[in-house]
């Protein structure tokens, strides 16, 4: 049906940069808001952003100014560039979207969560 893969993860050094991609696909009618959340090892998952259809933002205190989520409505694609990155950036990221969806003649709505990707801030 529907399904989010994410992509762009990795281990970087203090004050660098990643962009991380979150691409859905399926018989997807329209997708609501997108966000990104983390969950750092004994924590417990965070929002760190989130874009409304019509492209309003919203941050968590930790990351304006250093992170920002955008959204290719076309592609059904939302990103993340995170810059300045530090070590209690350090999670696994996941995006989430609120999806209405097609199956036969209905139609559903749903929220969804890609497989997550590590970020590793280290020097």
Avoid: H
């Amino acid at each position: 049906q529907v399904q989010l893969v994410e992509s762009g993860g990795g281990l970087v050094q203090p004050g660098g940069s990643l962009r991380l991609s979150c691409a859905a696909s399926g018989s997807i009618v329209t997708i609501n808001t997108m966000a990104w959340y983390r969950q750092a090892l004994g924590k417990q998952r965070e929002l760190v952003a989130d874009i409304t259809v019509g492209g309003n933002t919203n941050y968590v205190d930790s990351v304006k100014g250093r992170f920002t989520v955008s959204r290719d409505n076309a592609k059904n694609t939302v990103y993340l560039q995170m810059n300045s990155l530090k070590p209690e950036d350090t999670a696994v990221y996941y995006c989430n979207a609120d999806i209405v969806y097609r199956s036969g003649t209905l139609y559903y709505r749903k929220g969804y969560w890609g497989q997550g990707t590590q970020v590793t801030v280290s020097s």
